[in-house]
């Protein structure tokens, strides 16, 4: 059952034969963000019988505004209120209030900023070891030698992961994130073995698989007061695992890579390396590795004169907002400088990225590590894209690193 196709009127002059989705789109979307910045505040895809907003303003109105564009029915191009999702729903990004209040209190408890900093440490011993081994190598692959194992190498052991079989993490990551779009060929080549991976992490999320202390464990403490049942637990352990992997991976992958081609920006964090963390949020905006999120509208709306009916699918284009230059003054460059407040690389509103600081602190601890003791980094190749759903990111990097004197 789809929703009445608006009056022609209302999609005259907004419709866009762009496909979001499409390899050539997820190849390099900028462009085509561009373009549907400048079709209207609001589009419509035909192709799709979804509207998208691309613009700052328009993006963070709409993810304010959660009762009229809610995250109950997904945050994909599926209806999960309609049409069975591929797992059961999580209950922090798939849900609105009062459900997603509880349960987002509930996370935030655990990722305190004093709970970080107590992890600070090894994060960094871990950043010091790696980096050191990849000097001693000069050539390698800046995503999977880099950017995969230092996530792997420090977030699952936060969470109190049992060791091993790490690159499970990936394999469902791509699940979940491909799984937000429609069924193309990206997603059903992510689904193959879902049953597999699935029952893995959801075993992984048990409480007696826990390392005591962990963020898992941490969250079952809220059953012992009464809070969450054992289930709802579990879910938000599966959300760590599901959210908190392919994210940071993405995010360090393009940090490599925004300074192999902006050496300049390379000299100031290695001038300054208490820089790496406002790098990182720089990186965060620039490529918004998170690009897009639907949301469902609750009742006919309205958003800058243009009129979306009830029950649509609307996609959210974060990465269309982080270099839209009503907002930015030269957008798609790389300035460590910037500051850039208000970028929606981490969302907005009540569902901006609960662990925003967990992903800062791994960006600001690699990053500063980095600076501190690779003087120059080169292209040695060029680099992948690998195409997904959701996310922007690249499958390979090919990088040569070369050691302070
Ligand atoms: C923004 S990425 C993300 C967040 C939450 C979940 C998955 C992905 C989840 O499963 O709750």
Known sequence: MRTPLPPDGLIEGISSDIDPFGDEFLRNPWPYLEELREIAPVVYFPMYHIWGVARHEEVTEVLRDFTTY????????????????????SIILEADPPLHSKTRRIVSKVLTSSALAKLKTTFEERAFELVDQLLERGCFDAISDLAEEFPLAVFPDSVGLQPGSRQNLLRYGAMVFNGH?????????????????????????????????????QIYRSVDTGELTEEEAGLLVRSFLSAGVDTTVNALGFAVLDFARNPEQWAELRADPSLARDAFEEVVRLEAPVAAFFRTTTRPTEISGVSIPADAKLLVFFAGACRDPRRW?????FEIHRHPVGHTGFGSGIHSCVGAMVARLEGEVLLGVLAK?????????????????????????????YADD
């Open 329 to 333: 003054d030269n957008p798609d460059s």
């Open 181 to 217: 779009g429609p069924r193309n060929h990206i997603f059903e080549e992510a689904m193959k073995d879902t049953d597999e991976v699935r029952d893995w992490v959801n075993a992984q999320c048990s409480r007696e698989m826990l390392a005591p202390d962990g963020f898992g464990e």
């Open 373 to 401: 003791r690779v003087k120059r980094i080169e292209l040695a190749g060029e680099p992948k894209v690998r195409l997904n759903n959701t996310l922007r990111g690249l499958k390979s990097l090919p990088v040569r690193i």
């Open 70 to 89: 809610s995250s109950a029915a997904g945050v994909g191009y599926t209806n999960m209120l309609r049409d069975k999702p591929w797992r059961v729903p």
